[in-house]
Every structure is written in structure tokens, then in C-alpha cells.
């Protein structure tokens, strides 16, 4: 998702989950949460069993929800991908930026290389 508009740039979650716009928004509440009361930006949360793992790009934060804890080497992988993606999605993120057109990126492609890095 665009780090300052909170827009999703992609939504992947499996079929027993279909609230991306519950996510969005409760990602955006959350991080203007963290950084009111002194926080830098959101990394991680537990509550209810219901992990949400967090990593941040110069432009783009993604968050992961899990059913169990992250390991080290998924949070490694989390917090490489936004730069990674940075990196070669560069002009299509800073065109989303300025009009927030999600097209501009091919979900599948943009899925393939997320679902390669996370190994999942």
C-alpha cells in the first residue's frame, strides 16, 4: 500500500479472509496510533492470535496477518520486499503516488515476485 495515502496497491489473503478495505484502514489507524504517542511507525502486533507484522519502504508499506508467530526469516523477507519492490516497480509507484491508479501495476507479476520473496 502507498505509505502516506494508506491505498492498496495489491491485496493478496487467503479464501477465509476477504476484508481488504478492514485491513487498509485499520493498517492507517494503526500507524497514525503508533506515531501520536511517540512511535516511529508500527512493526508488529499480537492479539487474539492474530499476528500482523509490518515493514517499510521509502514508499510503500506492506503488512503481513498471520495465524501464528512470524519467524526470524519471515520478518527478514518481509522487511527486504518493500525495498525490493521499490526497486523495480520505481516509476509505477511514484506515478500511484500522484493518482493513485492501482493498474498501473501487474497484480500478477507484482503477486508472483511478493509470493517468491516471502516463500510462501
Same mark, same amino acid.
Given at each position: 500500500m502507498g505509505r502516506n495515502s494508506g491505498t492498496p496497491i495489491i491485496n493478496y489473503s487467503n479464501e477465509n479472509f476477504k476484508e481488504q478495505a478492514l485491513v487498509s484502514g ?31 519502504? %521509502? ?5 503481513? !496477518? ?6 526470524? #526469516?519471515? *520478518? &527478514?523477507? @518481509? ?18 503516488? %500522484? ?5 498501473? !501495476? ?6 508472483? #515476485?511478493? *509470493? &517468491?520473496? @516471502?516463500?510462501?
Open positions: 485499520f493498517l492507517s489507524a494503526m500507524d497514525s496510533f503508533v506515531s501520536q504517542i511517540g512511535g516511529s511507525k508500527m512493526q508488529e502486533i499480537h492479539y487474539k492470535g492474530l499476528y500482523v507484522q509490518a515493514a517499510y519502504g %521509502k514508499s510503500i508499506k506492506i503488512a503481513c !496477518f498471520l495465524f501464528s508467530p512470524p519467524d526470524a #526469516i519471515l *520478518k &527478514e523477507r @518481509l522487511n527486504y520486499l518493500p525495498h525490493q519492490l521499490e526497486t523495480l516497480y520505481s516509476e509505477e509507484i511514484e506515478m500511484f503516488q %500522484k493518482n493513485g491508479d492501482t493498474n498501473l !501495476f501487474d497484480q500478477d507479476e507484482f503477486l508472483t #515476485i511478493i *509470493k &517468491e520473496i @516471502l516463500d510462501i
